[in-house]
Nanobody, 127 residues
Framework: QVQLVESGGGQVQPGGSLRLSCTAYGYSLAYYIIGWVRQAPGKERELIASIGTDDRSPYYSDSVKGRFAASRDKSENKVYLSMDNLKPEDTATYYC????????????????????WGQGTQVIVSS
């Protein structure tokens, strides 16, 4: 099972931006549908974005639509989550999640579709 590694978290003021990265060592992410899941203290996990292997029509939750964007750099074997206009309610631990696929190439819309996980990176939005 692939081990995913996130990076790029940190603390930022409201309205600021961050870019999270997800990579895997020894595996090509070109064969993985990637999701970004976050969990705030005391709250359930939330799938906020997902990008298929065809890089078309990413999925975004209503809570981040228009502010966050998922992208893939196959040459660097990385998937990114660009986060703009961050709000205090975006404060959470963000996880990269993956699902290996050879046939279906679109985005997934459910947390249960993913079976590989990173260790998480913390994002704090505070003034």
């Amino acid at each position: 099972q692939v081990q995913l590694v996130e990076s790029g978290g940190g603390q930022v003021q409201p309205g600021g931006s961050l870019r999270l990265s997800c990579t895997a060592y020894g595996y090509s992410l070109a064969y993985y549908i990637i999701g970004w899941v976050r969990q705030a203290p005391g709250k359930e996990r939330e799938l906020i974005a997902s990008i298929g292997t065809d890089d078309r029509s990413p999925y975004y939750s209503d809570s981040v639509k228009g502010r966050f964007a998922a992208s893939r750099d196959k040459s660097e074997n990385k998937v990114y989550l660009s986060m703009d206009n961050l709000k205090p309610e975006d404060t959470a631990t963000y996880y990269c999640a993956g699902a290996y696929t050879l046939e279906y190439r679109g985005a997934y819309h459910r947390i249960s579709d993913f079976d590989s996980w990173g260790q998480g990176t913390q994002v704090i939005v505070s003034s």
